[in-house]
């Protein structure tokens, strides 16, 4: 398709642009799709000087004109990778309005959607366009924030801040309190296991040494029947009654022979 004679580019005849020649016939397309979708726009194509930020120089093509909702002032510069790779688009937002969050300091559009997601042949500037517009559109139609900037408001927000670090430190010293209470409670069970474990100990050699009485009991009178019977002499019996007392001095339980020794004839 010849490019529209509004845009006043032929691109064809023009052997310094950075552009393949395929690529010079598909811009043209683009930019009479361009001027055909919002003629009333006033969007203009031109051959332009542009210095990369590597501070090579160039001749590119540059579409520039206005959204049709809006009013914003667009500029599309197409870059020799073009159209494989998306333009670079600066936007310049009406008088008054703020500017988007998706266009840095320089008005270049860092964020938009479209230009994040270029894919061609499905991308092109028709497209980039109406993106554009609805994005804008969309901005401008927010409310603005109300900012209270008078004394009471000031005077509001710091007592409000106050309140804020008051309520942070009282609820640190309940933090505080309530930690004292479980540590005194910690080392009150620890304690109480303490005495319980004692308590515990003592009652066992309490048992054991009571074990122990009832076993030398049991083997003093085993002793004392058997000498009685005379089935144990005096010398034998005297020194098992040595053997047991020995065992009970060092706690050591009474040997079953011990026990049943006296059965046993001498």
Not at 18 to 35: D, K, N, T
Not at 57 to 78: C, H, K, M, R
Not at 107 to 121: D, E, F, I, S
Not at 205 to 219: F, I, L, M, S, T
Request: charged share 25%.
């Amino acid at each position: 398709m010849a490019p529209s004679s509004s845009l006043g580019l032929g691109l064809g005849g023009h052997t310094f642009l950075p552009y393949p020649q395929a690529a010079c016939r598909e811009i043209e397309h683009h930019l009479v799709s361009l001027a055909a979708a919002f003629p009333s726009s006033s969007f203009e194509a031109t051959l332009s000087p542009f210095t990369h930020d590597d501070g090579r120089d160039a001749i590119l093509v540059n579409a520039a004109g206005t959204l049709p909702s809006t009013g914003a002032e667009v500029s599309v510069w197409l870059l020799e990778a073009y159209p494989h790779v998306a333009p670079l688009v600066f936007l310049t937002p009406v008088s008054g309005s703020i500017r988007p969050a998706y266009v840095d300091g320089s008005g270049a559009v860092t964020a938009a959607p479209y230009l994040q997601h270029w894919r061609w042949p499905d991308s092109d500037l028709v497209g980039l366009v109406q993106s554009l517009d609805v994005l804008v559109r969309l901005h401008d139609d927010q409310p603005p924030v109300p900012r209270e900037t008078s004394h009471d408001a000031i005077a509001e927000a710091a007592t409000d801040s106050a309140c804020d670090v008051q309520r942070v430190d009282d609820g640190d010293t309940d933090l505080r309190r309530a930690l004292r209470v479980v540590q005194d409670e910690k080392d009150r069970l620890e304690q109480e296991l303490r005495a319980l474990s004692i308590r515990e100990a003592e009652l066992l050699d309490a048992v054991a040494a009571e074990q122990r009485a009832v076993e030398r009991a049991e083997a003093e009178d085993a002793l004392d029947r058997a000498l009685q019977a005379g089935r144990v002499p005096l010398c034998r019996y005297l020194k098992e009654m040595k053997d047991v007392a020995r065992a009970q001095f060092m706690a050591l339980p009474v040997p079953d022979d011990l026990l049943a020794r006296p059965e046993h004839h001498a």
